[in-house]
């Protein structure tokens, strides 16, 4: 297969074919995370989940970070919980929020079927109610923050993110370029006008060193926001 010289395949295609080659060698196949797509899809969930070398990149990430509390906004059906859930230490814990019923009951299923029941709590609810409880819960802080939502509240989600945090904590924004789209000021899109808000108090945050990688493949042309917190 040509790679780059290629000119009479569009870029999608290729972002694609090399996905599926690193995945096929850096990626084994995993019957709990497969299972987890294939009965969330039979559920009718959306197939929005990150890919799977996203979710190792954040199960990457939370292990280079040492975590041993994560915090996830949005669950779907628990696929980047899983990957998330399998970077903790033997005592360490994800809370994952979640607002649609069946997407937290899919998820259960899922991340039982995982064995990882015993460190996961999936909580149902809208994530700024639930958020807040956890702030009156005086809970530990969390050393990782996952935010994958719904993009219109970015910005509140990252501000809850930075209260139940500490310095050094990390915290990881998903589709924060939606093909592009994110530069454009124009857009209609409330869900890249609520990343463009982010974006806007982002560049003002005094708390954390952040930056925002493009990336491709079969998730089409995306991205994450990477910070740390500082303070
Ligand atoms: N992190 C998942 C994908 C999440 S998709 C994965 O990569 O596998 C976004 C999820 O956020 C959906 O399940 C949606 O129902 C949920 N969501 C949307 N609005 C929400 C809200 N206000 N509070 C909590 N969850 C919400
Ligand atoms: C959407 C949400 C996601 O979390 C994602 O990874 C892709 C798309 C969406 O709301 O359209
Ligand atoms: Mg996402």
Redesign the pocket.
Known sequence: MKYAGNTKRKPEETWVAVESYLDGLLIPADAALNAALADSAKAG??E???SASQ?KLLHLLAKMQGARKIL??????????IWLGRALPARGRVVT????KK?AEVARRNIARAGLSGKVEVRL????TTLSQMAGERRAAFDFV?I???KE?TTEYFEWALRLSRSGSVIVV?NVIRDGEVADAASSDPRVQGIRRFNEALAREKRVSATTIQTVGSKGYDGFTLAVVLR
């Open positions: 969930l959306p929005i989940a990150v979710g996830e906004i949005g669950t779907l059906g628990g696929y980047s919980t929020l979640e607002a649609e997407h609810g809208p994530a700024l996952f994958d939502a719904d509240n998903d």
